[in-house]
């Protein structure tokens, strides 16, 4: 399965994407935490344009999936979204963004 829904057995795919993967997801437990304006406060969801080469983004995002079957591929964006998630760090601004793309 490769949806993350877990009655799609979302849980296996996550259980076998945290297997593979060799991004840390659990950071916080091994080095603390620096303090910044993104994790004191919490800003809004942008969802403007705000990207300073979109067409670059958008290759480089094709090309990391270059010579993946669906399966990897899906992966990538699980492990992708994890990294992107950490960073921005803030639940209010994550919740926004998953309201966000349902609605697309």
Same mark, same amino acid.
């Given at each position: 399965?490769? $949806? *993350? ?5 979302? %849980?296996? *795919? @996550?259980? @076998?994407?945290?297997?593979? $993967? /060799?991004?840390? !997801? ?8 620096? $303090? $910044? ?7 809004? !969801?942008?969802? /403007?344009?705000? +990207? ?24 990538? %964006?699980? @492990? +992708?979204? +994890?990294? +992107?998630? %950490?960073?921005?760090?803030? *639940?209010?601004? !994550?919740?926004?963004?998953? /309201?966000?793309? @349902?609605?697309?």
């Amino acid at each position: 399965p490769t $949806s *993350m829904c877990a009655r799609d057995g979302g %849980n296996r *795919m @996550r259980e @076998r994407s945290e297997q593979r $993967s /060799t991004v840390p !997801l659990r950071v916080a437990e091994k080095e603390p935490v620096m $303090s $910044s304006p993104s994790n004191t406060t919490s800003a809004p !969801l942008v969802t /403007t344009p705000n +990207l300073e080469a979109p067409d670059d983004f958008y290759e480089a995002l094709i090309e990391a999936h270059q010579g993946f079957n669906t399966e990897q591929s899906h992966a990538l %964006n699980a @492990r +992708l979204v +994890l990294v +992107l998630a %950490n960073h921005i760090g803030s *639940m209010a601004v !994550l919740r926004q963004a998953l /309201t966000t793309a @349902r609605q697309a």
